[in-house]
């Protein structure tokens, strides 16, 4: 009993903090922050969560119920969360519906269900650079049977990368597409310097292994000093089925000072849709920035995939703008918010929410993209008076939101 008095103290000593920590906080009265609505329906707000930081009282969450500090949640709620899946409402409701399936699968990006199946794969690696041992996992779940298939395979070519990242998955009968980045780990031409990959690898479930490895898009640097790179730009739901891949193109002009240093004179950004089947890409016209040093004013640009259209938004100090493109008809519509470049922006659906500051208050605004107009406006208030109330808002810091299913 004596070896083990002093991990028994330590132990106490823990829950003790803890405990104290948590009494401590629960004593303390903090400020009551609270979405009220300005415009529209209730009910469009009621899955919202705004996250923010107090200056004063630290990180919290901000909903039209009201206000939950970091300080105020319990150790084991603090424990238990799972603060990556929180950010999608598909991964929620999976964790609710299919805990066994769930359970030890944390790559984001790395899940796929439609009516039949639900799936995910991903890829692991070990520690040493010289050999990562990469390791393909894929699971599949028939929703109708709850039968489960689960295998692994080695990525073919893995020496030749210095880490593999997880950025889509598609399934479409016996068939999985696994998108991934890939960082090499020298160019051919260039051997101290890293280029990225864009693969698809096309996984054959029934015989359980890869059966082809696509370089979809690669990074590259052309002899007129332009540095080329792709994005994938993944969707809103991102579970969902999708026959194409939407990525953005990146065009760097750089060039070097007088000493000698690297610098960016312009940039420009293009967006495409990938078809998975007939490997053909088809650029989306209307959707095209370009930027350069001496411009007098850039552009606050974010694209997003979302209910089989993709979404720009372009905001400055005039408003911003919605642009809309229907990857079906090609159709291209827009409307305007009449407010100052936004804070934060989330697609979901055919829903936009976006987060503005106005004066001293930050403002969420909710618009239906099928109707183009924005169909509520909500503003966050907080229970003090006169120059606290306004110090108390000046404070408050909003970085991001989701909704909470």
């Not at 238990?80 to 299919?98: A, G, I, T, V």
Request: glycine letters at 6%.
């Amino acid at each position: 009993m004596k070896r083990y008095w002093f991990s028994i103290l330590l132990v106490v000593f823990i829950i003790g903090c803890v405990s104290t920590y948590y009494v401590s906080a629960a004593a303390r009265s903090f400020p009551e922050y609270k979405l009220l609505t300005v415009s529209g329906d209730d009910n469009e707000a009621k899955a919202v969560v705004l996250e923010a930081d107090s200056k004063k009282d630290g990180r919290l969450e901000i909903t039209a119920k009201g206000s939950l500090y970091f300080q105020e949640r319990s150790f084991f709620d603090s424990f238990l969360s799972n603060e990556m899946f929180k950010y999608s409402p598909e991964l929620q409701l999976m964790m609710k519906k299919h805990k066994n399936f769930m359970r030890g699968k944390k790559t984001y990006n790395g899940f796929y269900q439609d009516g039949q199946v639900l799936a995910y794969a991903d890829v692991k690696s070990g520690n040493d650079y010289n050999n990562r041992n990469y390791k393909l996992n894929v699971s599949v779940l028939d929703l109708k049977t709850k039968d489960k298939t689960s295998f692994t395979a080695a990525l073919p070519k893995q020496e030749l990368y210095s880490w593999v990242n997880t950025a889509d998955v598609q399934v479409k009968g016996q068939t999985l597409h696994l998108i991934t980045y890939n960082m090499n780990k020298a160019v051919a031409n260039d051997p101290n310097r890293q280029a990225q990959e864009i693969h698809d690898y096309t996984i054959d479930l029934s015989n359980k292994s890869i059966a082809d490895d696509r370089v979809l898009f690669a990074e590259e640097r052309t002899d007129d000093g332009k540095v080329i790179s792709y994005n994938i730009i993944p969707s809103s739901q991102i579970t969902a089925p999708s026959e194409s891949l939407v990525y953005q193109q990146t065009t760097l002009k750089v060039a070097k000072d007088k000493d000698g240093n690297e610098f960016t004179p312009s940039m420009e950004q293009v967006i495409y849709t990938y078809n998975l089947e007939t490997g053909k890409s088809q650029e989306v016209p209307a959707f095209k920035s370009h930027s350069s040093a001496d411009s007098a004013q850039s552009e606050a640009m974010q694209v997003f995939f979302s209910g089989g259209q993709i979404v720009e938004v372009r905001g400055d100090e005039a408003g911003t703008t919605i642009n809309l493109y229907g990857m079906k008809d090609q159709a291209i519509r827009n409307f305007t918010i009449p407010t100052g470049p936004a804070a934060n922006t989330l697609v979901y659906g055919d829903r936009l929410y976006m987060t503005s500051k106005d004066g001293d208050a930050m403002k969420l605004y909710i618009a239906d993209l099928k109707q183009g107009k924005v169909i509520y406006t909500g503003a966050i208030d907080i229970n003090e008076q006169s120059a606290k109330r306004t110090e108390l808002l000046k404070q408050l810091h909003v970085y991001s939101m989701y909704l909470a299913k």
